[in-house]
């Protein structure tokens, strides 16, 4: 192993990532500091009472490092770049990146079942993912978060029912029927059109395409990537038929069209662990 | 209903204290937390049963303590651990995922950006070095030109306060901000690192203290729920240190079975389910 630079905590840190230079790294800085450096085996701390660790090696440091990271990520539910993760964790190691992201994702779906996955191959892109059921039941943690979801639930069966793809003006009418109107500043979405144009966009939950020879540019949605690993059409259609206390079956061509779906999902599906699919996809109510 | 029992693989364990067993129950339990940032411990129970019966609902379920000594001796390598601390203002037992390697802002940067968080830290300065552990909107806002990043205006700051507040990093209380509770949890090294000459200091359980009570005589410090345990129906307490006698009220210790009787905790909350119109 080469010799560890003796570090002296934050100075040490700071040289190393360049953290007084002005763009990059207001992120990076959130990752240095005594105890990241520790963490990242920069601090020779002979005796340290805490962590009474054997060493680890030095790939197994960095996809500890990187499951942290990871975690943070995950909770922003922005997709992750190969690049960013090399630049801001693995660094040095970079030649073995593709090791330790392998070593990272064990680690992840091992102890808190999620998963990485790539969900852009050319740029490398990546998303994390709940393994333990993307069919959740459960009652969606902070009040920030639940009637945003109930939002893109109704946005998401809107595209489905309209046959996957649908004009932005459309799905503003529609809301401001609902009696939201996407132009105001709304108590719980505060911008609404933000929150839909901008930022289930870029959590990969929409995708936003410009509808080609438009003047001005007029634009469409559809299902992103995210939508598609995280819920199901039958689960959209079975939040719709909830809702219009009607059966899904009344949709006939989305309903065999979720169908198919499920079908070619339970043709590659091997995995044991999808005891807790209920019928309840993530709830909310519709805005009022 | 099968529960998919993994244990850890031999690369994972680099602690010399045997690691535990992960199961979908730890591992729903484990992403639950996170997602909430901070939970009571009657909550954290809930949580715990309902991992059971949606994973292993034949299972006994095993007690809260060993329960999480056994995910933490999991997390011991990723510098990740469950912590359990206690409310400054009604000692409610209270447990979040907490980060042991990186510095505090982590979780906030993917939330934040860099003239929010410098937002953040400037309250965070001016509430460590209050005498009641609050610092006022007022004070914080006249800090906005001097943050980092782009330009903030004081409407906008308010709104970042606001923020903060919803995703539980500060608490507000009458125009004054504090820090929530999962902060002080979250951030409690960070803190002690980075302030070590203004941070104060719990006399009796020597941890991070931003709200407490003081001894006008010789100035210790003491959480209020350690003083509602220190001074537990003692008739005439005395300060700890100096022997003076304490002037301030002594609250009482959290019971939480009354608690219980009262009826609706404050953080009851119902699973939700899509309205029927």
């Known amino acids: 192993l080469p010799k560890r630079p003796r570090g002296r905590g934050p100075s040490t840190s700071r040289i190393l990532s360049g953290w007084e230079g002005p763009s990059t790294s207001w992120a990076l800085s959130a990752w240095e500091g005594p105890s990241t450096s520790r963490a990242l085996g920069l601090w020779e701390n002979p005796g340290s009472p805490q962590f009474e660790t054997q060493p680890l090696s030095p790939l197994d440091e960095r996809a500890n490092a990187l499951v942290q990271f990871l975690l943070v990520k995950y909770q922003a539910k922005v997709p992750i770049k190969r690049s960013e993760m090399v630049k801001f964790i693995i660094r040095e190691y970079k030649d073995e990146c593709l090791d330790i992201i392998n070593r990272a994702n064990n680690k992840l779906e091992c102890v808190f079942g999620y998963q990485l996955k790539e969900i852009d191959p050319k740029n490398h892109s990546y998303i994390i993912i709940n393994k333990l059921g993307h069919h959740k039941g459960e009652p969606v943690a902070s009040n920030l978060d639940t009637p945003k979801l109930g939002l893109l639930m109704v946005v998401l069966s809107l595209i489905f029912m309209k046959g996957n793809c649908v004009r932005e003006d459309l799905i503003f009418n529609f809301l401001y029927r609902l009696g939201l109107d996407v132009q105001e500043t709304h108590t719980l979405f505060g911008n609404t059109k933000k929150l839909i144009t901008e930022v289930f966009v870029r959590q990969k939950y929409l995708e936003y395409r410009r509808i080609p020879y438009t003047e001005p540019a007029e634009y469409e949605f559809l299902w992103g990537p995210r939508a598609f690993l995280e819920t199901s059409k039958m689960l959209v259609l079975r939040f719709l038929a909830k809702l219009h206390k009607r059966d899904p079956r009344c949709w006939p061509f989305q309903y065999i069209e979720a169908l198919a779906e499920c079908e070619s999902e339970d043709a590659d599906d091997d995995e044991p662990g999808s005891s807790d699919k209920c019928g309840d996809p993530t709830s909310g109510s519709p805005p009022r | ?277």
């Open chain 2, 1 to 277: 209903m099968t529960s998919n029992h993994t244990s850890v693989p031999s690369y994972m364990q680099g602690s010399t204290r045997r690691v535990g067993i992960m199961t979908d129950v730890h591992r729903r339990f484990l992403q639950l937390l996170m997602t909430h940032g901070v939970l009571e411990e009657w909550d954290v129970k809930r949580l715990q049963k309902h991992c059971y019966k949606v994973h292993d609902c034949n299972a006994t379920v095993e007690k809260l303590e060993d329960f999480i000594n056994n995910i933490n001796s999991v997390l011991e390598s990723l510098y990740i651990e469950i912590k359990k601390g206690v409310t400054e203002d009604d000692g409610r037992p209270i447990y979040a995922l907490v980060n042991l390697a990186t510095t505090s802002v982590s979780k906030m940067a993917s939330d934040f950006a860099e003239n929010e968080l410098d937002l953040f830290r400037k309250a965070l300065e001016l509430i460590i070095d209050s005498e009641t552990g609050f610092a006022s909107s007022t004070n914080i806002l006249n800090l906005v030109d001097q943050l980092k990043g782009k330009k903030m205006r004081k409407k906008e700051a308010e709104q970042v306060l606001q923020k903060f507040v919803q995703h539980k990093w500060l608490v507000e209380k009458e125009g004054e901000f504090t820090l929530h509770c999962r902060a002080i949890l979250e951030m409690e090294q960070y803190i002690r690192e980075t302030y070590p000459d203004a941070v104060k200091v719990c006399n009796i359980c020597h941890s991070l203290l931003i709200q407490g009570q003081s001894c006008e005589t010789c100035g210790i410090k003491m959480h209020l729920p350690c003083v509602a345990k220190y001074f537990q129906s003692n008739s005439e307490p005395r300060c700890p240190h100096c022997n003076d006698y304490w002037p301030h009220e002594i609250p009482e210790v959290f019971d939480p079975e009354k608690e219980r009787e009262a009826g609706i905790s404050k953080s009851n909350k119902k699973p939700l389910r899509s309205r029927q119109h």
